[in-house]
């Protein structure tokens, strides 16, 4: 930093006043003002042009004799271009010039006793040699007893010619031209031009009479213009702004805006360019924040946005601070000021209210003599706001953090998360800067990831929703906050709702959990009932059953048996997996197919059999939809079995047996199991599976039940599916030996990449892939993810594509 | 995989793959969270039991990974205790004062030390009787599990469960459907081996509310216990029919249901499980 520009309150003179006599380093041949100690402490040389000139006419002075006087003519010039260098011997400045000198005199003078002298001196010459050959200097000294300074050559003197004709009455007497010594300049230490008092920068003239410079007998006084410019060569008089840790500080919030967060410790240095320290110190420094920020609340989500106040998130506080800092009464602790100085070092410290909080950091020293140095960042003497904390230019987000935080690399504003890469839309909804500022959860700050999309539970059910949130984070690779507390998430779901200047985009919602007795299973639930499943905004509620015990379920030794089609494990964490599933929904995970493709039996298809009263003899019983029943001594019977209007249905197990003699043969092989048959179930023969009234859930080609068999968005509650290519064939997943027994059909928990059918759903099964792979808009579930409240996702309705 | 994830309950000891590498003692923590009464903010009506789960999960939970396993051992004074021992739960008032509340373990776990792969988690559950409640003062509440492990081996540590904020209050003199659905649900499950009590709350619930389906169901699931299949199966079954007769096809099936009638279906006509 060049030190051209200060100023310097006049009571800082009696503490430079007072540093000066107490240094053992100063000269004691003179006392200097405080603008002189200043200019001696910092200008070790300087270059620059000067010139003296002076031009007059007129009249001599009258001399003794009556009558005696003349005119004059006289111009003196010289220009020099000077460098002169420190010189403690006097106080000043001494060296040398380049340039010339130039005289010319003309005098006319009557001797008042008949006689007239033309008198002429002229001259012109270097200025490396004074008259005498010695060598001319000049020098820039200090005044004493003033705070003023003056210029000048060691000597006046030049060789010039001086030549003087007499002509007395009608004797003209020519004069011989003669070689000597002819002054040129004035010579004069006392010349009290006051020093700038904001620059060091020497320029302008200054008017210097001279009573005997000239070089007639008859000199009147000579008044010259002495113009200069002169420019320091200083060392550089810097303040070094250094605060403690910059490179991996962050703010930091307490547990309200009241709190403190964490500080960042400041020192000030004073210094020469050379990393000495000057000697003399800093009256004061002044210390301001500049452009601090004042986003509400601490973090991104706290406190809640009618509680949160829009106050400094940077400040300098008395507590944290030297009783020697006084802070700006009403300024918030933006603007401070130091007593008790000189100051050549000084520490105070800023403390942080807010995670993503930001200010510029400006300091100036104040120096006796009036000068002043602004501050700059220590290594970086272009920095003279200092960004806190240590940011891009354009950014509000602290170096440090972006340092650690992978991905943390765009502009304030970015929101471009692509982790899980989901449906192509990128980001969770929440800026970079948003992410940096953070979020409190269950009472504790946590930071987004810059690189992947993060996502906000309110969990009111607790510790038996864990598991499925578990599965549900593993599968969907999000970066799940899933302990967020009331008053962490906003009335209306908002995660971000705390915002200001900080770069932000979207009202980005999170997702609430909560138990519901009045629900069977679980429903990603908005009140409409019409949006699509995600992004998180369209699903006001994941509402899901109460978790009842089921300790002994598992506990009564059920082993690991096959029950009801699903493994003891598959049962143990049936509950999870709807969990996992609903909180799929809200991030816009769809079903392997719409509701619409569940199927079923339409015209509730009966067995018909020789049970039956009815029944041809010999025929092989079997299965028929649109059946007229009737009772009969308290058994069921099919009507006439042979009408024409019969619509027979065929169901085969899975390795080729016809389910209808299965069952037949169940039911007939034991007439007690019958008869107790019937008597349970009156309504049995309304339908084939067991359950009476709405049917059975057929899985259709491409439905819910197709895809990845492994994969949590797909159902597995199908009994039956039809035989491909046949309108009244089926298989079921009965046995025939034990026909109320289902084969298994796994539950998942994994979340496909692909809609293609696996394990029961595979191609090459037998007889077949039971529901081939997912639909065409569907599966891939790990492809639709989508977080970002903003983002318009690809509608994957069926009836909407088809038409 | 899914298989090996499994919610333990009344862990027994694992003695297969002992050539998994071990979790470190030390670190880190294993999680825990807790419910009571199915939510981690329920309202508690004095003279109702409470049940309360906590779920113990290994500190590094993975679908995929299988080690390193984590251990929990009795404590060092309680050598021949359970690992489930070093769980408590813990109950503050709203001014911080710790309180002592009567719950009770559900059923007794036996087991001397757990063993997690990453996969699993582990449960626990309590349970408060009615004669208890009666004496909570009204106000707020939270309760905590918290896991203090100091055994001579495993992992060793605090940590402690989010709070579950309970408020507890009188029950009022009418209920809504649902909240007298939680009550039915709450005595039916901390009744333990006492079914007739559970069938008498589960029932006379259904029959005041012959339509209410989660009633139905939860009957259904006290008439399994008392294994009576076939009529839990019917039961199940009209559930189920007056679901779908409802909407045939809805946005999510009734998934629990389902999966109970279905097991009720075998055990209904299996023979080797229908009791004679």
């Not at chain 1, 493994?567 to 049936?574: K, P």
Request: hydrophobic fraction near 35%.
């Amino acid at each position: 930093m060049k030190w051209d520009k200060f100023s310097l309150p006049g009571r800082a003179s009696r503490f430079i006043l007072l540093a000066w006599l107490v240094s053992p380093h100063l000269p004691a041949f003179a006392q200097f003002g405080p603008r002189q100690t200043v200019f001696r402490e910092s200008v070790d040389s300087w270059t620059g042009t000067i010139s003296f000139t002076a031009s007059d006419s007129g009249n001599t002075p009258s001399g003794p004799i009556p009558g005696s006087g003349g005119t004059f003519s006289a111009q003196h010039e010289l220009k020099a271009t000077v460098t002169l260098h420190r010189d403690d011997k006097i106080g000043g400045w001494t060296g040398t010039g380049v340039g010339k000198f130039t005289v010319h005199e003309s005098f006319t003078i009557n001797s008042g006793t008949g006689c007239i002298v033309d008198q002429t001196t002229v001259g012109e010459g270097g200025l490396s040699n004074d008259a005498f050959g010695k060598p001319l200097t000049f020098s820039l000294t200090l005044d004493q007893q003033t705070d003023t300074w003056s210029f000048w050559p060691i000597s006046q003197y030049g060789m010039g010619t001086f030549t003087a004709d007499s002509i007395c009455g009608a004797i003209k007497m020519p004069g011989q031209p003669k070689q000597q010594p002819i002054r040129f300049a004035p010579l004069n230490n006392q010349m009290r031009i006051p020093l700038p008092p904001d620059t060091f920068h020497l320029k302008g003239s200054f008017k210097v009479t001279c009573d005997s410079c000239m070089n007639s007998t008859s000199s009147p006084t000579f008044t010259y213009v002495f113009t200069y410019d002169l420019r320091p060569v200083t060392k550089e008089l810097e303040l070094q702004i250094d605060p403690i840790g910059y490179d991996s500080w962050r703010p930091e919030a307490g547990n309200n805006e009241d709190d403190i967060g964490n500080t960042l410790p400041v020192d000030l240095h004073l210094r020469l360019s050379d990393g000495s320290k000057p000697k003399v110190g800093a009256i004061r420094f002044v210390i301001d924040l500049l452009k601090t920020s004042k986003e509400p609340g601490i973090a991104m989500n706290f406190p809640a946005a009618n509680k949160a106040k829009k106050t400094f998130d940077l400040k300098m506080i008395d507590k944290n601070n030297p009783k020697t800092l006084i802070l700006s009464p009403g300024g918030n602790g933006q603007h401070a000021e130091t007593v008790g100085g000189p100051y050549f070092d000084y520490s105070f410290t800023l403390t942080s209210y807010d995670w993503g909080g930001w200010t510029i950091l400006k300091a100036t020293a104040y120096l006796p003599g009036g000068s002043s140095v602004v501050g700059h960042l220590i290594n970086d003497d272009s920095m003279k706001e200092v960004r806190v904390p240590k940011r891009k230019a354009d950014s509000h987000v602290a170096d440090a953090w972006r340092d650690h935080a992978e991905g943390a690399t765009g502009k304030d504003d970015d929101d471009s998360d692509n982790e899980p890469e989901g449906d192509d839309e990128k980001g969770d909804g929440l800026t970079l800067y948003e992410e940096y500022r953070g979020f409190i959860e269950n009472g504790k700050h946590i930071e987004g990831k810059p690189n992947k999309k993060d996502l906000f539970i309110r969990n009111r059910i607790g510790g038996d929703a864990e598991d499925g949130i578990f599965i549900f984070t593993e599968d969907s690779k999000l970066e799940v906050h899933k302990d967020m507390q009331d008053g962490e998430l906003s009335d209306d779901r908002l995660v971000n709702f705390n915002h200001d200047q900080g770069a932000h985009k979207t009202e980005q919602h999170g997702v609430i959990l909560v138990t519901d007795a009045s629900v069977e299973g679980a429903n990603a639930w908005e009140h409409t009932g019409m949006l699509n499943p995600g992004p998180p905004r369209n699903t006001e509620l994941v509402r899901v059953q109460p978790a009842s015990k089921r300790s002994e379920e598992a506990g009564t030794g059920y082993g690991n048996a096959l029950q009801g089609g699903m493994s003891s494990g598959d049962r143990m964490i049936a509950f999870d997996r709807i969990v996992a599933h609903e909180l799929m929904h809200t991030v816009g995970v769809w079903h392997h197919g719409d509701g619409a493709d569940y199927m079923w039996f339409t015209g509730s298809p009966h067995l018909v059999s020789p049970l039956d009263k009815n029944f041809p003899a010999g025929g092989k019983p079997f299965f028929a939809r649109d059946w007229v029943y009737y009772s009969d001594a308290g058994q069921l019977y099919s009507a006439n079995p042979l009408d024409s209007t019969v619509k027979k249905m065929y169901i085969f197990t899975e390795d080729g047996k016809d389910y209808a003699q299965c069952l037949y043969k169940y039911l007939a092989g034991e007439p007690q199991r019958h008869a107790d048959f019937y008597k349970q179930n009156p309504d049995f023969l309304k339908d084939v599976g067991h359950w009476s009234g709405a049917g059975q859930i057929v899985g259709v080609r491409s439905g819910q039940h197709s895809g990845d068999e492994q994969c949590l968005m797909r159902y597995y509650f199908a009994k039956f599916y039809p035989k491909d290519g046949s309108s009244d064939t089926f298989y079921t997943r009965y046995q025939c030996e034990s026909p109320y027994r289902l084969l298994d059909e796994p539950i998942g928990v994994q979340i496909d990449s692909s809609p293609k059918g696996t394990g029961v759903n595979d191609e090459s099964r037998t007889p077949q892939s039971r529901y081939f792979d997912a639909h065409e808009l569907r599966g891939d579930c790990i492809h639709q993810i989508v977080v970002n409240d903003s983002a318009n996702p690809k509608n994957r309705t069926i009836q909407q594509a088809a038409q | 995989m899914k298989r090996v994830y499994l919610a333990i309950l009344f862990l027994s000891s694992i003695a297969a793959a002992q050539n998994w590498p071990t979790l470190p003692t030390q670190s880190p923590a294993p999680g825990i969270a807790l419910s009571v009464n199915y939510s981690a903010e329920p309202h508690l009506m004095r003279g109702w039991p409470v049940f309360a789960r906590a779920r113990v999960s290994h500190p590094q939970r993975s679908l995929t990974q299988k080690s390193p396993l984590f251990f929990l051992a009795p404590s060092i004074a309680t050598m021949t205790g359970s690992w489930a021992d070093a769980v408590s739960l813990r109950v503050t008032s709203a001014n911080g004062t710790q309180l002592k509340w009567a719950f009770q373990r559900s059923t007794p776990i036996l087991t001397a030390q757990l063993q997690l792969t990453p996969m699993q988690s582990a449960i626990i559950e309590w349970q408060m009787l009615p004669e208890a409640t009666r004496g909570i003062a009204p106000g707020q509440y939270f309760v905590q599990a918290v896991l203090n492990a100091s055994g001579a081996s495993g992992w060793n540590g605090t940590v402690e469960s989010t709070r579950v904020s309970v408020s507890v209050g009188d029950e009022p003199t009418t209920l809504k459907d649902a909240d007298r659905y939680t009550k039915t649900l709450l005595i039916v499950d901390t009744a333990g081996s006492k079914l007739d009590e559970a069938f008498s709350a589960a029932d006379a619930f259904n029959k005041a509310f012959p339509q209410n389906v989660p009633g139905m169901e939860l009957k259904a699931r006290v008439l399994e216990r008392q294994k009576k299949y076939r009529e839990a199966r019917d039961l199940a079954g009209k559930a189920l029919e007056k679901l779908f007769t409802q909407n045939p096809v809805p946005k999510e099936p009734p998934v629990p249901l389902l999966d109970l009638y279905y097991r009720l279906d075998v055990e209904a006509f299996d023979p080797s499980l229908v009791a004679k």
